[in-house]
């Protein structure tokens, strides 16, 4: 169960009205790595975790974190559209191309549709997808996943605080930077504990016997030159303790040559050489089915 207080958890308060950078700020908010997106994630391994319960506590305490985040955006939006001149900027944008093709303009949706309030879409106007979200029941899978989006969100959330220089705006977004620093630090934590306890490939419970291990821990150029080889990944001990990285220079096809099959009659496609097309009196599935 939620419960909801008036306050936001961290100030959400405009210097001035600018419908371009509510546009912007759409980004962090319905994009593919905006908050509803790790809001989303967050609560559903959380509701689906069958782990231990500290790591279940934990994901829905960062989840519904998350939904005060969203609300923090999507006030922000709104307030940044309030009395917002935008026919101003628009005429200020048509003045400069290079301005007018960075900035796009204001987003029209925002007084057709939303009536001066936030959209769960992106920057652009595409709509906020499910697809976005991982919950694959493997908290080290999902853990992993959860970091990346935390630093996606974090790199994004920084330039867009180097857009903008309304004190207002740049306060919030400086809260969520912070809490992006923690966020990444709570899921490398997290990595770490989970690793301490299982192999570090995912998943570690699969006999690594089925695998093909004679390629497990080679590094295959499959590029013009070489730099690739003085990486970590290249040589030395794999990162999972199991075995040794190797360089392989040049890396041999180890498959067959494929050849398939021609296509059956009724698919109509590419005639073999030298072969006589079928009676095109009629379709070839209908006379099969009417011998059958």
Same mark, same amino acid.
């Given at each position: 169960?939620?419960?909801?207080?008036?306050?936001?958890?961290?100030?959400?308060?405009?210097?001035?009205?600018?419908?371009?950078?509510?546009?912007?700020?759409?980004?962090?908010?319905?994009?593919?790595?905006?908050? #509803?997106?790790?809001?989303?994630?967050?609560?559903?391994?959380?509701?689906?975790?069958?782990?231990?319960?500290?790591?279940?506590? !934990?994901?829905?305490?960062?989840?519904?974190?998350?939904?005060?985040?969203?609300?923090?955006?999507?006030?922000? /939006?709104?307030?940044?559209?309030?009395?917002?001149?935008?026919?101003?900027? $628009?005429?200020?944008?048509?003045?400069?191309?290079?301005?007018?093709?960075?900035?796009?303009? !204001?987003?029209?949706? %925002?007084? #057709?549709?939303?009536?001066?309030?936030?959209?769960?879409?992106?920057?652009? @106007?595409?709509?906020?997808?499910?697809?976005?979200?991982?919950?694959?029941?493997?908290?080290?899978?999902?853990?992993?996943?959860?970091?990346?989006?935390?630093?996606? @969100?974090?790199?994004?959330?920084?330039?867009?605080?180097?857009?903008?220089?309304? =004190?207002?705006?740049?306060?919030? &977004?400086?809260?969520?930077?912070?809490?992006?620093?923690?966020?990444?630090?709570?899921? !490398?934590?997290?990595?770490?504990?989970?690793?301490?306890?299982?192999?570090? /490939?995912? =998943?570690?419970?699969?006999?690594?016997?089925?695998?093909?291990?004679?390629?497990?821990?080679?590094?295959?150029?499959?590029? $013009?030159?070489?730099?690739?080889?003085?990486?970590?990944?290249?040589?030395?001990?794999?990162?999972?303790?199991?075995?040794?990285?190797?360089?392989?220079?040049?890396?041999?096809?180890?498959?067959?040559? =494929?050849? &398939?099959?021609?296509? =059956?009659?009724?698919? %109509?496609?590419?005639?073999?050489?030298?072969?006589?097309?079928?009676?095109?009196?009629?379709?070839?599935?209908?006379?099969?089915?009417?011998?059958?």
């Amino acid at each position: 169960m939620f419960t909801h207080i008036k306050e936001l958890q961290y100030n959400a308060k405009p210097t001035r009205p600018d419908p371009v950078y509510a546009k912007k700020l759409q980004e962090i908010l319905g994009g593919q790595f905006g908050e #509803i997106t790790v809001m989303m994630q967050y609560l559903f391994q959380g509701w689906n975790c069958r782990a231990e319960q500290k790591y279940k506590d !934990m994901l829905l305490d960062i989840g519904t974190e998350e939904i005060a985040h969203v609300e923090m955006i999507a006030t922000m /939006i709104a307030q940044l559209l309030d009395g917002a001149p935008a026919k101003e900027q $628009e005429e200020a944008a048509v003045k400069n191309p290079a301005v007018e093709a960075v900035l796009g303009g !204001m987003n029209p949706q %925002h007084v #057709i549709v939303s009536g001066l309030g936030a959209t769960p879409t992106d920057s652009v @106007g595409y709509p906020w997808n499910s697809r976005y979200t991982i919950a694959s029941g493997n908290l080290l899978a999902d853990f992993r996943a959860n970091l990346n989006a935390e630093s996606q @969100g974090r790199l994004q959330v920084v330039r867009l605080y180097e857009s903008t220089t309304d =004190p207002g705006v740049r306060d919030m &977004l400086s809260f969520l930077i912070a809490r992006d620093t923690m966020h990444q630090n709570q899921w !490398m934590a997290a990595i770490e504990e989970l690793e301490a306890n299982q192999k570090a /490939i995912v =998943p570690s419970t699969f006999p690594q016997k089925l695998e093909k291990q004679d390629v497990s821990y080679s590094f295959m150029n499959f590029s $013009e030159g070489e730099e690739s080889s003085n990486g970590r990944w290249a040589k030395g001990k794999s990162m999972d303790g199991q075995g040794s990285f190797e360089y392989v220079s040049k890396p041999e096809a180890m498959g067959q040559n =494929p050849q &398939l099959q021609p296509a =059956p009659a009724y698919i %109509h496609g590419t005639v073999p050489p030298d072969t006589i097309p079928p009676e095109t009196g009629q379709a070839n599935f209908q006379s099969q089915s009417d011998n059958t």
